[in-house]
């Protein structure tokens, strides 16, 4: 299970995902079934196949973003949290073997698409949580266990609406 938290950016995103989805993808996709279907025989119809599938697949997207819209909570930048680790903050962390990595620390519904954010509820965000600069923090995996050291925190302040 995932935790229902997000950053203010990552719900605009999918505010404007859903937007896109229901304004302005659906009603084109809605044209286009009622145009293939009018064309007769629906069974050979390639365009009438394609543009029903590409329809429920709209239609389940936006089900999962109406119903995970409602329940996610905004996390919003506040300055107690500078010097530590929590959600929302950029991590800049090395390895033993001087491998680095930069990510966000963000919720699950936030990280599709991008290598630089990782899910809250992901085994390195869990060991990194409220850990400092200089830290250096076991990582747990499938893989066995990896220290890493922690270099840098920051955070977006411009998330923060007030």
């Given at each position: 299970?995932?935790?229902?938290?997000?950053?203010?950016?990552?719900h605009v995103q999918l505010q404007a995902e859903l937007h896109q989805l229901w304004?302005?993808?659906?009603?084109?996709?809605?044209?286009?079934?009622?145009?293939?279907?009018?064309?007769?025989?629906?069974?050979?119809n390639a365009d009438y196949?394609?543009?029903?599938?590409?329809?429920?697949?709209?239609?389940?997207?936006?089900r999962y973003l109406t119903k995970s819209l409602e329940l996610l909570r905004i996390v919003d930048y506040v300055p107690e949290q500078e010097?530590?680790?929590f959600f929302g903050a950029w991590v800049q962390v090395?390895?033993?073997?001087?491998?680095?990595?930069?990510?966000?620390?963000?919720?699950?519904?936030?990280?599709?698409?991008r290598k630089d954010y990782i899910s809250i509820d992901s085994p390195m965000?869990?060991?990194?949580?409220?850990?400092?600069?200089?830290?250096?923090v076991p990582v747990v995996t499938g893989a066995g266990t990896v220290t890493w050291l922690i270099n840098a925190i920051e955070y977006d302040k411009l998330s923060n609406p007030a």
């Open positions: 299970m995932s935790t229902k938290l997000i950053t203010r950016a990552g304004k302005v993808e659906r009603p084109d996709v809605t044209l286009k079934v009622t145009w293939a279907a009018s064309l007769g025989d629906r069974s050979e196949q394609y543009n029903k599938k590409r329809l429920r697949e709209i239609d389940r997207r936006v010097g530590r680790v090395e390895n033993e073997a001087g491998e680095q990595l930069r990510f966000r620390v963000v919720g699950y519904d936030e990280i599709l698409g965000a869990r060991a990194l949580l409220k850990k400092q600069v200089d830290d250096e």
